[in-house]
């Protein structure tokens, strides 16, 4: 039997003038309300879980104190890992639903279990479940390619992809970072992680090339600056680059450029990357866009259709959006000790490790002086 869960004493984030404590506390209860008794977190009610938007979504319980739910979800996920270290894309409550490997899924992990220790304060999660990170880190650097990015998946007979993702890529890419800050935490090493982050680092930086085309999904746009592998001015020129293709003024974030389709999860994404780069009255003025998508009860529409304003998927609404928003105004507010994450604090600064064949010139945005 499940003991009554506690909520543990910490600030809950607010964006003043946009949402106040009570109403980031009201998003997080309709992400605990979808979390079944085992500690699952349903996508909507009988729904699947896929492994990434569940970590996510513990990760914004913990940050509004509902920390026995954040813990018992990655408890449940911990359950699950097979034994090479990888899960499935999608559970059901009774079984799975899409046996592919996602190796940016099998990742995650390292990401939400730092991201934990941080709002906590407290390191006795991580280190009862850091064998179930390593095997998940260990099972996705098996697939790095030699130009330092990550194939995506293995289909079901296990068959790996030839090709790589660059938002896979990147999320992997952080987590990787996560898993060396943490590792360091319990007093190891890693020194392999970090040579594995360096490589995939600097692929996503500047190798655009070595990465399948998805131009036009607005996640392979800010992904590269809300992992932390690209920075500074060159983060900043890339998002002007695509503002006016992915960002409808006024709205938020369009999922894929050919529509006016805007998706609050991606909008509240990008909001943690301009956050990333220092942009913070742009960030400060999608995440007021995003609010159009927030219900009374503080739950999200997972999208909207523009002008006409038609939900898509009809009437969806979904745990991991509501738990992006969630990490949205923790950003913007600085209210819990992991708020900077996807800023870069506390992880370790990344290596760039060019491969010996990079020469820093064709397919290289580094330049002469790559190494």
Same mark, same amino acid.
């Given at each position: 039997?499940?003991?009554?869960?506690?909520?543990? /004493?910490?600030?809950?984030? *607010?964006?003043?003038?946009?949402?106040?404590t009570?109403?980031?506390?009201?998003?997080?209860?309709?992400?605990?309300?979808?979390? @079944?008794?085992?500690?699952?977190?349903?996508? %909507?009610?009988?729904?699947?879980?896929?492994p990434?938007?569940?970590?996510?979504?513990?990760?914004? !319980?913990?940050v509004?104190?509902l920390?026995?739910?954040a813990e018992?979800a990655? *408890?449940w996920?911990?359950?699950?890992?097979?034994?090479?270290?990888?899960?499935?894309?999608y559970?059901?409550?009774?079984?799975?639903?899409?046996?592919?490997?996602?190796?940016?899924?099998?990742?995650?992990?390292? &990401?939400?279990?730092?991201?934990?220790?941080?709002?906590?304060?407290?390191?006795?999660?991580?280190?009862?479940?850091?064998? #179930?990170?390593?095997?998940?880190l260990?099972?996705?650097?098996?697939?790095?390619?030699?130009?330092?990015?990550?194939?995506?998946s293995?289909?079901?007979?296990?068959r790996?992809?030839?090709?790589?993702?660059? &938002?896979?890529?990147?999320?992997?890419y952080?987590?990787? @970072?996560?898993?060396?800050?943490a590792?360091?935490? !319990?007093g190891?090493?890693?020194?392999d992680? *970090?040579?594995?982050?360096?490589?995939?680092?600097?692929?996503v930086?500047?190798?655009?090339? /070595?990465?399948?085309?998805?131009?036009? %999904?607005?996640?392979?746009?800010?992904?590269?600056?809300?992992?932390?592998?690209?920075?500074?001015?060159?983060g900043r020129? @890339?998002?002007a680059?695509?503002?006016? &293709?992915f960002v409808?003024?006024g @709205?938020?974030?369009?999922?894929v450029?050919?529509?006016?389709?805007?998706?609050?999860?991606?909008? /509240?994404?990008?909001?943690?990357?301009l956050?990333?780069?220092?942009?913070d009255?742009?960030?400060?003025?999608?995440?007021?866009?995003?609010?159009?998508?927030?219900?009374?009860?503080?739950?999200?529409? #997972?999208?909207?259709? %523009? +002008?006409?304003? *038609?939900?898509?998927?009809?009437?969806?609404?979904?745990?991991?959006?509501?738990a992006?928003?969630?990490?949205?105004?923790?950003?913007?507010?600085?209210?819990s +000790?992991?708020?900077?994450?996807?800023?870069?604090?506390?992880l +370790?600064?990344?290596?760039?490790?060019?491969?010996?064949?990079?020469?820093? &010139?064709?397919?290289?945005?580094?330049?002469?002086t790559?190494?």
């Open positions: 039997m499940i003991e009554p869960a506690r909520s543990a /004493a910490v600030t809950v984030p *607010e964006v003043a003038g946009v949402l106040s009570g109403d980031v506390l009201a998003t997080a209860h309709t992400i605990a309300e979808l979390q @079944r008794p085992d500690g699952m977190i349903e996508w %909507f009610p009988g729904g699947h879980c896929d990434w938007n569940h970590v996510e979504a513990a990760m914004a !319980l913990a509004c104190g920390v026995d739910e018992r990655y *408890e996920l911990a359950e699950r890992q097979l034994a090479d270290g990888s899960w499935f894309n559970y059901l409550a009774h079984g799975v639903k899409d046996p592919r490997l996602d190796t940016n899924v099998c990742a995650y992990l390292a &990401t939400g279990l730092w991201h934990h220790t941080l709002v906590t304060g407290e390191t006795d999660v991580m280190r009862r479940l850091w064998p #179930t990170v390593e095997r998940g260990d099972f996705v650097l098996r697939w790095q390619r030699p130009d330092g990015s990550v194939r995506w293995l289909d079901p007979a296990g790996a992809e030839s090709y790589a993702l660059l &938002t896979g890529s990147s999320s992997i952080h987590s990787l @970072r996560c898993g060396i800050a590792a360091e935490r !319990l190891t090493e890693r020194p992680w *970090e040579l594995a982050a360096g490589r995939l680092g600097h692929a930086a500047h190798h655009p090339n /070595a990465f399948a085309p998805k131009d036009e %999904f607005a996640m392979d746009w800010y992904y590269p600056m809300l992992s932390g592998a690209l920075e500074g001015e060159r020129q @890339r998002i680059d695509g503002w006016s &293709t409808l003024d @709205r938020g974030v369009r999922c450029s050919t529509g006016d389709w805007v998706t609050a999860a991606e909008t /509240a994404e990008c909001v943690l990357s956050d990333a780069l220092g942009m009255e742009a960030a400060r003025e999608l995440f007021c866009a995003g609010q159009e998508l927030r219900l009374p009860d503080g739950s999200y529409w #997972t999208g909207m259709v %523009f +002008p006409g304003r *038609e939900t898509f998927p009809y009437r969806e609404r979904t745990s991991y959006t509501a992006a928003m969630v990490l949205a105004a923790d950003a913007l507010s600085g209210a +000790p992991a708020a900077g994450l996807f800023r870069g604090e506390s +370790p600064a990344g290596l760039d490790l060019a491969e010996p064949e990079c020469t820093g &010139t064709v397919g290289c945005t580094a330049g002469p790559a190494r």
